[in-house]
């Protein structure tokens, strides 16, 4: 840790992953410095956390006060940590002096830890936004703990045994409802289950805990299979609630507390009730276009339902509105998976009994690839990408955009899928954002698709070989857009002429017309008139100088271009005062 990090650090204030310690009224004691400690260590995320001791709340650096003598030893701080908390906490402690405020920062990088860390006197606190919005330290319940636990991917909430739960508790509908989902889900699901009884269909699903009988019932077993009212008794955090809103007006207001299997089917009866359609006419085909594709909204909610905390309160919620649907469950994303990543981390659900019996059932892919799906059918359909950006690290919300389709795109779509070139998910991404953005480079491509820029540069070139897209500059100045004939058969030709924009030959006109309108370009002006990149502009001018259109003027980074023609007239003006002066007489 040097200053200027430290610096960084500060400069973002308090958040979930800092926290300031004023000493300017009083020393902070070693007990508020081992509970901010565990408080830091115990918060919702992947990276370190950090501690500052010597900065106020508001930002100000009043500095750290010595805790050993005359200085602050950091290993012996360290080793205070390390024995005062349970499991033992390795953190790094930095006495870092900070110029010219003249005053020493100690800063405590907290690792996020895998497992709940309290204090050696059992006080457990966990660092999460409070009522006031504002990062603060809360206490840690056990449910938070095995809330955190889950998160890490450390413990299945769905094969935790539910204590007081019986065979009673189950209902019978249930098993068969399951089997029906099966025998409905044209061989996605296990038919080997079919024939099991109901107490050896438990059994295989992991619903019970079973020696020879069933012995105790499993959170999975009550959330398949359990009876309403039993569910509302035993596991009162399951909630889904369905909702259509048209403005600030409410026209439905549903709750469920059923078994999953049952409230999957009450959803899926009310999306159908509100499905809409368009119609495509590719050749002789006739091609349905959906506000909402079926495939995509059941395999965002069973995510949304597979991967939701359990031991957190508050329902899943799906929203309907007149433009979007938005579906959000209570826990954020499980550990390693971020906005940043989404699309291309490896499974990884909350929890892993759950999901598989979800599998089994053929509710969900068995690739556990759902959110490839979700994309995938969102774009072909001709609508903008779904969206996880309103995500917190409490919540998962995702944004299923509808309204008017772009039928021509849904066209291009089909005809390549006809011509035996279907669009993947990859292409799709691309063909959508240059829809929307007009342009894109090789590095925002990458970040688009989540992947390399090697990998992103090669599905560009595909759609250039493909004839959906062109290519324009060299290198790293090298964009993309759509091709003459990807506009056409998107209906907007002329839309290719404005991308296109300006040849050469017409960047040289107007650079000259600039320099006669304002005498004078500079390559950063240049490259802003013509809309191309710096090296682009650069040898631009050097050829209309090179013709002795313009003459380079300046040294360095105050180089600039004037007209060759300006610089003769002003010369021959100038003589001709002179003439004129010596021939006056005096």
Same mark, same amino acid.
């Given at each position: 840790?040097?200053?200027?990090?430290?610096?960084?650090?500060?400069?973002?204030?308090?958040?979930?992953?800092?926290?300031?310690?004023?000493?300017?009224?009083?020393?902070?004691?070693?007990?508020?410095?081992?509970?901010?400690?565990?408080?830091?260590?115990?918060?919702?995320?992947?990276?370190?956390?950090?501690?500052?001791?010597?900065?106020?709340?508001?930002?100000?650096?009043?500095?750290?006060?010595?805790?050993?003598?005359?200085?602050?030893?950091?290993?012996?701080?360290?080793?205070?940590?390390?024995?005062?908390?349970?499991?033992?906490?390795?953190?790094?402690?930095?006495?870092?002096?900070?110029?010219?405020?003249?005053?020493?920062?100690?800063?405590?990088?907290?690792?996020?830890?895998?497992?709940?860390?309290?204090?050696?006197?059992?006080?457990?606190?966990?660092?999460?936004?409070?009522?006031?919005?504002?990062?603060?330290?809360?206490?840690?319940?056990?449910?938070?703990?095995?809330?955190?636990?889950?998160?890490?991917?450390?413990?299945?909430?769905?094969?935790?045994?539910?204590?007081?739960?019986?065979?009673?508790?189950?209902?019978?509908?249930?098993?068969?409802?399951?089997?029906?989902?099966?025998?409905?889900?044209?061989?996605?699901?296990?038919?080997?289950?079919?024939?099991?009884?109901?107490?050896?269909?438990?059994?295989?699903?992991?619903?019970?805990?079973?020696?020879?009988?069933?012995?105790?019932?499993?959170?999975?077993?009550?959330?398949?299979?359990?009876?309403?009212?039993?569910?509302?008794?035993?596991?009162?955090?399951?909630?889904?609630?369905?909702?259509?809103?048209?403005?600030?007006?409410?026209?439905?207001?549903?709750?469920?507390?059923?078994?999953?299997?049952?409230?999957?089917?009450?959803?899926?009866?009310?999306?159908?009730?509100?499905?809409?359609?368009?119609?495509?006419?590719?050749?002789?085909?006739?091609?349905?276009?959906?506000?909402?594709?079926?495939?995509?909204?059941?395999?965002?909610?069973?995510?949304?339902?597979?991967?939701?905390?359990?031991?957190?309160?508050?329902?899943?919620?799906?929203?309907?509105?007149?433009?979007?649907?938005?579906?959000?469950?209570?826990?954020?994303?499980?550990?390693?998976?971020?906005?940043?990543?989404?699309?291309?981390?490896?499974? #990884?659900?909350?929890?892993?009994? %759950?999901?598989? +019996?979800?599998?089994?059932? $053929?509710?969900? &892919? *068995?690739? !556990? /690839?759902?959110?490839?799906?979700?994309?995938?059918?969102?774009?072909?359909?001709?609508?903008?990408?779904?969206?996880?950006?309103?995500?917190?690290?409490?919540?998962?919300?995702?944004?299923?955009?509808?309204?008017?389709?772009?039928?021509?795109?849904?066209?291009?779509?089909?005809?390549?899928?006809?011509?035996?070139?279907?669009?993947?998910?990859?292409?799709?991404?691309?063909?959508?954002?240059?829809?929307?953005?007009?342009?894109?480079?090789?590095?925002?491509?990458?970040?688009?698709?989540?992947?390399?820029?090697?990998?992103? #540069?090669?599905?560009?070139?595909? %759609?250039?070989? +493909?004839?959906?897209?062109? $290519?324009?500059? &060299? *290198?790293? !100045? /090298?964009?993309?857009?759509?091709?003459?004939?990807?506009?056409?058969?998107?209906?907007?030709?002329?839309?290719?002429?404005?991308?296109?924009?300006?040849?050469?030959?017409?960047?040289?006109?107007?650079?000259?017309?600039?320099?006669?309108?304002?005498?004078?370009?500079?390559?950063?002006?240049?490259?802003?008139?013509?809309?191309?990149?710096?090296?682009?502009?650069?040898?631009?001018?050097?050829?209309?100088?090179?013709?002795?259109?313009?003459?380079?003027?300046?040294?360095?980074?105050?180089?600039?271009?004037?007209?060759?023609?300006?610089?003769?007239?002003?010369?021959?003006?100038?003589?001709?005062?002179?003439?004129?002066?010596?021939? *006056?007489?005096?």
């Amino acid at each position: 840790m040097n200053p200027e990090q430290l610096r960084r650090i500060i400069q973002q204030g308090e958040n979930l992953d800092v926290e300031f310690k004023g000493e300017g009224q009083r020393q902070v004691s070693d007990d508020e410095i081992v509970r901010a400690v565990v408080c830091m260590a115990n918060r919702a995320g992947e990276r370190s956390g950090w501690v500052l001791i010597g900065v106020e709340d508001d930002g100000r650096l009043t500095g750290a006060r010595p805790r050993h003598g005359a200085t602050t030893d950091p290993v012996r701080l360290q080793a205070l940590i390390a024995n005062r908390t349970r499991p033992s906490l390795s953190a790094q402690v930095y006495v870092v002096p900070l110029q010219p405020e003249g005053v020493e920062i100690i800063a405590i990088e907290v690792p996020p830890v895998r497992i709940p860390v309290g204090t050696a006197d059992g006080v457990y606190l966990r660092r999460a936004i409070g009522g006031k919005g504002k990062p603060e330290c809360l206490p840690m319940h056990f449910h938070d703990m095995q809330s955190l636990q889950s998160t890490r991917g450390l413990l299945d909430y769905s094969v935790v045994v539910v204590e007081g739960a019986t065979w009673d508790d189950l209902d019978p509908l249930e098993f068969e409802r399951f089997r029906r989902f099966v025998r409905e889900s044209r061989g996605q699901g296990d038919e080997t289950l079919l024939e099991l009884s109901d107490e050896e269909l438990a059994k295989a699903l992991g619903a019970v805990e079973a020696d020879h009988t069933v012995t105790r019932i499993r959170v999975l077993g009550l959330l398949l299979f359990g009876k309403e009212a039993s569910l509302h008794r035993l596991l009162p955090t399951h909630e889904v609630a369905f909702q259509v809103l048209r403005g600030e007006r409410v026209e439905v207001n549903e709750f469920f507390r059923s078994p999953l299997l049952r409230v999957m089917e009450e959803l899926l009866q009310r999306f159908r009730a509100r499905y809409r359609e368009e119609e495509v006419m590719v050749g002789l085909l006739r091609v349905g276009v959906p506000e909402y594709s079926e495939r995509a909204f059941r395999e965002a909610v069973a995510n949304a339902l597979i991967h939701r905390d359990y031991t957190r309160l508050g329902a899943v919620h799906i929203q309907w509105h007149d433009d979007r649907i938005e579906i959000s469950n209570p826990g954020g994303f499980p550990e390693g998976v971020h906005l940043g990543n989404i699309l291309v981390t490896p499974p #990884r659900p909350r929890n892993p009994l %759950l999901a598989d +019996a979800f599998k089994r059932a $053929g509710i969900v &892919e *068995r690739t !556990g /690839r759902g959110i490839d799906i979700i994309f995938t059918e969102q774009l072909r359909n001709g609508r903008p990408a779904p969206s996880y950006e309103r995500s917190t690290p409490t919540d998962v919300v995702l944004v299923l955009p509808g309204g008017q389709g772009n039928l021509a795109f849904v066209r291009l779509v089909v005809e390549e899928n006809q011509a035996g070139r279907p669009l993947r998910l990859d292409e799709l991404l691309i063909l959508n954002c240059l829809w929307q953005e007009r342009s894109l480079t090789t590095a925002q491509a990458s970040g688009l698709l989540q992947k390399s820029e090697a990998d992103a #540069r090669a599905v560009l070139e595909r %759609l250039v070989e +493909a004839g959906l897209v062109e $290519g324009r500059g &060299e *290198r790293k !100045g /090298r964009t993309y857009h759509l091709s003459a004939a990807a506009y056409r058969r998107l209906g907007v030709p002329s839309a290719y002429v404005r991308r296109r924009g300006f040849e050469p030959i017409q960047w040289e006109q107007m650079i000259l017309q600039y320099v006669r309108a304002h005498g004078r370009i500079t390559r950063r002006e240049a490259a802003e008139l013509c809309q191309i990149s710096s090296p682009q502009a650069r040898n631009l001018l050097a050829k209309l100088t090179e013709k002795g259109l313009l003459l380079r003027q300046g040294r360095r980074r105050g180089i600039f271009y004037v007209l060759a023609s300006t610089i003769v007239d002003v010369s021959k003006t100038e003589m001709d005062k002179s003439t004129k002066s010596a021939r *006056r007489p005096k």
